[in-house]
């Protein structure tokens, strides 16, 4: 009975430890959150003018509440995106112990990866995605009704067209890293499949007007996706499987 209830007493210490790394981990990420936050503030005024140069529509406010809003939303997109390393690096930090050296390593590489790809996927839904669905809206409404657009509407809306595919885009990594994890089988998920292009198409068909092209032009990249994040998911597999053979 001393011995079991040593056992336990163990297992308790070693839990309550990865629950204050975990913590720790999470007040850093925090912060740095916090610090990007209140730099983007300093430039907040030039990221709002960058994206309101071509626009021919005059944006208006409805209070002066609204300003504050606009600015805070900005400077909290162009923190997250800087955070997603640092949060990267975090996890990084909190799983390596587990992990051997070579796995370590490979996890590392993960990082930078994860913020291209979300930079990348923000690109695809505001270069792409954004002006397509708005020409199609703006067109839709021409000569029938004058059109004025609040600037908290306005940047709302580049924000639900292009922060999903920032999120989309990191699949294939997060696929990848899962199973070197041993999460994660891509097999499963190619069996799968069909549910997967199902759920896909239906976040396309959602996030874009209802025209054919326009649910052409954003599912297919989607399905693109998912296809390499599953090629990537086999190759990590697969080393994986050779690696514990020998």
């Known amino acids: 009975m001393p011995a079991e209830n040593e056992v336990i007493e163990d297992i308790e210490l070693n839990l309550i430890d990865h629950l204050d790394e975990l913590r720790n981990r999470l007040i850093i990420t925090a912060v740095a959150f916090l610090i990007f936050l209140v730099g983007a503030f300093f430039f907040v005024k030039d990221i709002y003018l960058y994206f309101t140069r071509d626009l021919q529509e005059q944006l208006i406010v409805l209070g002066p509440s609204d300003i504050m809003w606009i600015y805070f939303t900005i400077a909290s997109v162009i923190a997250i995106a800087c955070t997603i390393p640092v949060l990267a ?25 994860l913020f291209l790809l979300f930079i990348g996927g923000l690109a695809f839904g505001y270069f792409i995605i954004f002006p397509l669905v708005l020409n199609f809206l703006v067109e839709l409404g021409s000569g029938v009704m004058d059109m004025s657009f609040t600037v908290e509407r306005y940047f709302k809306f580049i924000i639900n067209m292009s922060l999903p595919f920032g999120v989309l885009f990191e699949l294939p990594i997060v696929m990848m890293f899962l199973t070197s994890l041993g999460i994660l089988n891509p097999y499963v998920m190619a069996k799968i499949r069909k549910y997967a292009y199902f759920v896909l198409i239906v976040i396309a068909i959602v996030i874009t007007p209802p025209e054919f092209m326009s649910d052409f032009i954003v599912s297919v990249p989607l399905l693109l996706l998912y296809e390499i994040s599953i090629s990537l998911s086999k190759f990590v597999y697969k080393r994986k499987l050779k690696k514990a053979e020998l």
């Open 89 to 113: 690096l975090q996890i990084w930090l909190f799983v390596k112990p587990a992990l051997k050296k070579q796995e370590q390593k490979i996890a590392l590489l993960y990082i930078p990866a």
